[in-house]
């Protein structure tokens, strides 16, 4: 394992001590420590050195040093050594050094001799960087993060154990304080003689490089202006949800509607916002939130795909905002500017030239910073809060001026009449509420500053709820008022009086006060004033007009600027993520405050492009569509997290429920079709078509979502449900352990395995690793996450699974009983063949059939791939790419290495070297070459850019263009299968599952059987029917009724030339010296062995000659293993067999199932 890539470097000797010093026996002098028979360290006493002591303090001095307990008087100030010699090497290792009692610090100053009883009180820990106090005589107790020296409270005795600290748990670079490394449990478990100490992150502690440049730039800031719950989340949220809607719309929506149904629609939106409210501060109350609002809460929750998407649309449904906003002011102002007959140009364009000047305004006021922005924000609250009472206090003042336009004061009477419906021009309840609702939208204005709160936790859910509450009450307050005092239609005339002969015969509530309305109700004479038809009837009512068009003004441009500071934030927050490539540009902030001021000028682009469009009635369905379908997700994450059940998921908002979350997501979705079912479906298109797109991309992030929570709780259930269904026959799937060693070693193999398995079965790459040293557990945890990275990166849909054993046969062992988990357990044992069995220790031999008698003993399945070029491609440079740049720039701290070809990387730990494929060797098992004193490299990772690139030989050449022919398409050929035993049809099986794949498609299966020459056409139409009924495919069928002739003699004597150094020779020597033999070297074959297996060994040499007569040009060969019988045949003798059987072929596949059925043709 190689050193952490925050180690600072150090001569190439000193970094290989210090990484392998825990392979290598005798790695020169280490710094003095304790002895394994002490029990805990020797504390150093720090006192504060006095002026200049202090300025002249050596790094080295930095660094120190454990010191026995006994020498500890005798040598004090022993200067380290090793590794640990400077202060930067002691970086990442834990000190331990003793508490300074500031009352006798400066005793212990001065009389250095003088003895340490007082200051060894066993209560803290403490560094002596610490001690150093830039303030004279004061001393600042705190955690020295630079050295990752720690102050603890301990129990009467001195230990580096750490009690609990917030400080621990922080992110790195975390902007709320400085991220602490509490001692590794190797520091507190292991040897106290071993070296080195490695520093580390709990699992998903380490940010994302954005994440961490977000912190660290958070970390950095002096002088954040940072809001509280009420300027920065109620203010806000306030002015966003009163729109200009509470001026201009409310009324009407009374008329039509009716007080009943319009105190419905109020009350249905803020069922839909309230809820919303309650699950946003759900999760704004798990966990620490950072700048993003809407997006960071979704992506945070469900992960990048559905964040990614959200946070898209979102800023642009903000940014588009702004100018509706704009648009609405505009339209206002020119509405102000004909009244006195001011236009400048026409309407349309003096609405492009007001909304312009207004939103250039509006950026500047943004770009002054957000302390100037919440100032303009108060401002414009006040203004809106005045217009609102403004109203209240002219409604209960009736001027008889006023009555002619529909305004007669609180009466019984108009309430009465108001209360029911009365819907025109073609309106119903739901046009009216699809009005109505973008009024009760902007909850999430706090939300999406969040990075500028104090306490984003506290301040979301206080103020967005109390906003909702308080802007609700005022929605039905205004409701029932204006459908208690103005009467639907008004003529505007003081002469419509009702005269006393008619007052029997009228029935309208205005009659009562003696007007007569009733002229102008027809479609020819529209009446011109009361709820119906004037929108401006609050300013009439209300005590001062001018305030109301104030209020409107407020109203829409605090919407606006809200809009115009969520989007530039939000966008930000996205871009920070990276998750669409290209948009980084905009995720650089500026000031003290981060500001995105690149996301303003494109928020103001934005703006302006559709101001200048100035209609804006297409655009604004879609809008709130995009509002909605956050609204929506929010919802939909508190459920989703709550169903996922995960321990992370711990709000310290309580008051929330899982199933009112998903009725609150239904309803967002039902009220985006109500509101226009076209804008609706072009919403959820855009979300798809972007969560595709992220899915598709793969960001490298992880964020703990509630998608990987219910993905891990869904695997344990149905994993545990399968469990508890007996296997079946038609659902049987070869789940296969392939002996891989390192899976981009042997990639033929890998390759051949997945085409078969991929969506289908299981597949483990099986990795023995053996060696005469300690084990290094944590470096094996590593290497399995970082290749199964390598597995997910190649698209191969496979585990990785290496375990230690002494040698190859324990290992196997290992692996065929304890890998799996539950049904998902191998029950068939992939091996590559050993080219190599004749030129290494015969022991090997002798393990490798071990592992195939034991498969079957453990009722596994055996198959057996063979190339004749070899399989192992470890030793040739650059073969390969494990790492991926974004596992490297997402703080991996391996160092890449490349492969010396002057070595050689199978090396077994034990074993003569060989560059043949060899299953036992590296990569299939760890190499402990005990060369110059330190471990060979692991095979190879990454090829080095900066060494020189090496010439492939021709057979290495071979070797790789072998190792990626299953990579390929297969063009039209044959898999010849010779199912020469049957096996319960795995020797079948595997051939039709790989000519279902894509590659394999336009391969035909042709199907070889022994049988007799007198009954060839019998046996071909009985395999044929077979066939048939397992409802397989195969182009042909032969019998070999040849299958028994006797081979070709200089086959024979190839055979027993190979074998010859194999043999015991047993006749030739004394009885007792053969057994001697014998039992040192049980794979040497027997005289009497060799006589009895005469025949089968015959058809071994006569099935290679048939192979190459029939199956020369096949593209895969698969063919029934044969079987040795256990204790009877030598491991010799059976290698024989199989080399003897396969050699000079195509690819190979020796297959031999457990002989039980994994075909039938019952339904």
């Excluded at 055979?1055 to 039992?1079: N, S, T, V, W």
């Amino acid at each position: 394992m190689s050193a952490p890539s925050s180690t600072p470097s150090a001569s190439a000797e000193s970094a290989a001590a210090t990484d392998y010093d825990f392979l290598v026996p005798d790695a020169g002098p280490k710094p003095p420590g304790p002895t394994p028979s002490q029990s805990r360290f020797q504390v150093d006493i720090v006192t504060e050195a006095a002026g200049g002591a202090a300025e002249d303090k050596s790094p080295s001095s930095d660094a120190s040093t454990t010191v026995p307990s006994s020498d500890a008087a005798a040598a004090p100030a022993a200067p380290p050594e090793g590794p640990v010699g400077g202060g930067d090497e002691a970086k990442g290792r834990f000190r331990v050094v003793n508490f300074a009692d500031p009352s006798e610090a400066e005793s212990a100053a001065t009389s250095p001799d003088a003895p340490g009883d007082g200051l060894q009180n066993g209560d803290t820990v403490m560094s002596e960087s610490s001690l150093h106090s830039s303030t004279g005589g004061q001393h600042h107790y705190h955690y020295d993060t630079h050295t990752h020296t720690y102050y603890m409270r301990t129990f009467g005795h001195n230990t580096i154990d750490a009690v609990p600290n917030i400080d621990f748990y922080r992110q790195t670079a975390a902007p709320l304080g400085d991220k602490l490394i509490r001692p590794t449990l190797s520091e507190l478990h292991d040897e106290l003689d071993k070296e080195p100490f490695e520093d580390g992150f709990a699992n998903g502690d380490e940010l994302t490089p954005p994440e961490e440049a977000a912190a660290k730039e958070s970390a950095d800031s002096k002088g954040v202006v940072k809001f509280g719950w009420v300027k920065g989340v109620l203010v806000r949220c306030m002015l966003n949800i009163w729109g200009v809607m509470l001026f201009i719309r409310m009324s009407w929506i009374v008329g039509q509607a009716g007080i009943a149904l319009a105190c419905l629609i109020v009350g249905m939106a803020t069922v839909v916002t309230t809820i919303t409210g309650l699950s946003t501060s759900a999760i704004a109350t798990n966990g620490f939130v950072r700048g993003g609002g809407a997006y960071y809460l979704i992506s945070r929750s469900l992960g990048p795909e559905f964040g990614g998407s959200i946070g898209l649309i979102f800023a642009f449904a903000n940014a588009v905002a702004v100018a509706m906003y704009v648009v609405g002011f505009a339209e206002t102002v020119v509405g102000l500017l004909a009244s006195v007959d001011a236009i400048m140009t026409d309407e349309l364009n003096d609405i492009r030239i007001i909304g312009t000047i207004t939103v250039i305004l509006l950026l500047g006021i943004s770009l002054a910073g957000m302390e100037w922005e919440a100032k303009a924000q108060i401002f414009l609250l006040v203004v809106l809060i005045t217009a609102i009472i403004n109203y209240f206090i002219g409604s209960f003042i009736p001027l008889k001026s006023k009555e002619s336009v529909g305004f007669l004061g609180y009466d019984g009477t108009i309430m009465w009449e108001n209360m029911g419906p009365d819907f025109r021009g073609g309106e119903t309840f739901f046009s009216v509420f699809a009005i109505f609702f973008p009024a009760a939208t902007g909850i999430l204005a706090g939300a999406n500053i969040s990075g500028d709160l104090t306490d984003p936790q506290l301040a979301i859910p206080r103020g967005t709820l109390l906003a909702i509450l308080i802007t609700g009450i005022v929605y039905l307050g205004v409701a029932v008022s204006t459908g208690s005092c103005i009467v639907r239609d008004a003529t505007g005339n003081l002469n419509d009086t009702v005269s006393s002969q008619f007052m029997m015969n009228c029935t309208d509530a205005a009659c009562k006060f003696g007007y007569d309305f009733s002229t102008c109700r027809s479609e020819v004479d529209k009446c011109q004033f009361g709820l119906q038809n004037d929108f401006q009837v609050m300013s009439t009512v209300s005590g001062f007009g001018p305030l109301i068009t104030a209020g409107i003004f407020s109203a829409t441009l605090s919407s606006a600027l809200a809009s115009l500071v969520s989007a530039p934030k939000v966008f930000q927050a996205l871009c920070k993520d990276n998750i669409y490539p290209g948009l980084g540009m905009f995720a650089k902030g500026y000031g003290k405050n981060n500001e995105p001021l690149r996301g303003y000028i494109l928020t103001f682009g934005i703006a302006l492009a559709f101001i200048l469009i100035a209609q804006l009635n297409i655009i604004a369905p879609i809008i709130s569509n995009f509002f909605l379908a956050s609204y929506a997700l929010i919802n939909f994450s508190v459920f989703h997290a709550s169903l996922a059940n995960s321990p992370g998921w711990r709000p310290s908002f309580k008051y929330y429920n899982m199933w009112v979350s998903l009725i609150g997501a239904i309803l967002c979705c039902v009220v985006m079709f109500v509101i226009n079912w076209w804008a609706a479906l072009m919403t959820n298109v855009i979300v798809l078509a972007l969560f595709i797109y992220v899915s598709y991309k793969k960001p490298d992030v992880n964020w703990g979502s509630s998608t990987q929570a219910l993905t891990y709780h869904q695997a344990l259930t149905h994993t545990l449900h399968l469990s508890g269904v007996e296997d079946h026959i038609k659902n049987f799937r070869p789940q296969c352990l392939v002996m891989t060693g390192y899976p981009n070693s042997r990639p033929a193999l890998l390759d051949l395995v997945h085409s078969f398995t991929k969506n289908v079965g299981l597949m483990i790459c099986g990795h023995i690793r053996t060696g005469y040293r300690r084990p290094n557990f944590k470096e094996l945890a590593t290497d399995q996450a970082r290749y199964q990275r390598w597995l997910l990166k190649n698209e191969t849909k496979a585990f990785y699974t290496p375990v230690f054993a002494e040698d190859m046969r324990q290992g196997s062992q290992y692996l065929l009983q304890a890998a799996g988990l539950g049904r998902l357990k191998p029950n068939t044992l992939v091996l590559g063949f050993k080219n190599d069995w004749r030129d290494g220790d015969m022991m090997n031999v002798e393990s490798y059939i071990s592992m195939i008698h034991e498969s079957f003993d453990f009722q596994f399945g055996a198959v057996i791939l063979r190339l004749k070029e070899g399989l192992d491609v470890s030793h040739i440079q650059g073969q390969d790419d494990l790492l991926s740049s974004q596992e490297k720039s997402s703080g991996m701290k391996d160092v890449i290495v490349s492969i010396d070809t002057s070595k050689d990387s199978d090396a077994d730990s034990s074993k003569p070297s060989s560059k043949a494929t060899s299953l036992q060797n590296s990569p299939a098992m760890q190499k402990d070459d005990e060369e110059d004193g330190k471990a060979t490299t692991q095979p190879l990772l990454k090829k080095d850019k900066k060494s020189p690139t090496v010439p492939l030989n021709v057979s290495d050449q071979r070797l790789l263009e072998a190792s990626q022919q299953f990579q390929k398409k297969q063009g039209k050929g044959t898999v010849d299968v010779w199912w020469l035993f049957d096996d319960g049809g795995l020797t079948l099986l595997i051939p039709y599952l790989l000519t279902n794949k894509k590659r394999w498609k336009d391969c035909k299966i042709r199907v070889f059987i022994g049988g007799k020459i007198n009954r060839i056409d019998h046996d071909r139409r009985a395999m044929a029917t077979l066939l048939s009924k397992f409802r397989i495919d195969f182009s042909d069928i032969t019998v070999l009724g040849d299958i028994n002739t006797k081979p070709k003699k200089e086959q024979v004597s190839a055979f027993e030339e190979m074998i010859e150094p194999y043999r015991l020779k047993e006749d030739d020597m004394e009885q007792e010296a053969a057994e001697k033999l014998k039992d040192s070297e049980p794979w040497r074959i027997t005289d009497n062995e060799l006589e009895l297996y005469r025949a089968k060994t015959n058809r071994q040499i006569r099935l290679n000659e048939l192979l190459k007569e029939h199956s020369s040009t096949a593209n895969l060969i698969v063919m029934s293993l044969p079987l040795a019988r256990k204790g009877a045949v030598s491991s010799a003798l059976y290698m024989a067999w199989l080399e003897v059987l396969s050699k000079d072929l195509p690819p190979i596949l020796l297959v031999r199932g457990n002989h039980q059925s994994v075909l039938t043709f019952y339904s």
